[in-house]
C-alpha cells in the first residue's frame, strides 16, 4: 500500500557530504514521523534523525551538528543532509514513516529498502 524509496547513497572521503531522499507513495493519507536510521556492519540499526509533521525534529548525539533532516510535506520526502562525514558512519541508511493509510483506521509503520554510504578514509 505505501512505499518508501530511498535514493542518494554512494562512496564519499572522509570529510565531504551526501543528501538522502526517501520518497514516501502509495494510498497515504497523512504521515507523522519520518526518520533515518542507519545499520553500520555487524551492528544493530540505531536511530539518526527524526522529523515530525510539525517540524520539530531530533538527532542522535553522532549526528547532531553535522546531519540536517528536513522534509516537503507536499511531496512525502524525507532528506538527510550529511556533511562532515566519518568513515564510522559508513553503514546502510534505512528510511522510515508512521503513515495513515487511506480508508484503514490508525497508523502503520513502514520501512525502505535501504540505500548504502561508504565513506573512505
Known amino acids: 500500500q505505501v512505499q518508501l524509496v530511498e535514493s542518494g547513497g554512494g562512496l564519499v572521503q572522509a570529510g565531504g557530504s551526501l543528501r538522502l531522499s526517501c520518497a514516501a507513495s502509495g494510498s497515504i493519507f497523512s504521515i507523522n514521523a519520518m526518520g533515518w536510521y542507519r545499520q553500520p556492519p555487524g551492528k544493530q540499526r540505531e536511530l539518526v534523525a527524526i522529523i515530525f509533521s510539525s517540524g520539530s525534529a531530533d538527532y542522535a548525539d553522532s549526528a547532531k551538528g553535522r546531519f540536517t533532516i528536513s522534509r516537503d510535506n507536499a511531496k512525502n520526502t524525507v532528506y538527510l543532509q550529511m556533511n562532515s562525514l566519518k568513515p564510522e558512519d559508513t553503514a546502510v541508511y534505512y528510511c522510515?514513516?508512521?503513515?495513515?493509510?487511506?480508508?484503514?483506521?490508525?497508523?502503520?509503520?513502514?520501512w525502505g529498502q535501504g540505500t548504502q554510504v561508504t565513506v573512505s578514509s
Open positions: 522510515n514513516a508512521d503513515v495513515k493509510v487511506g480508508g484503514v483506521r490508525g497508523w502503520s509503520n513502514y
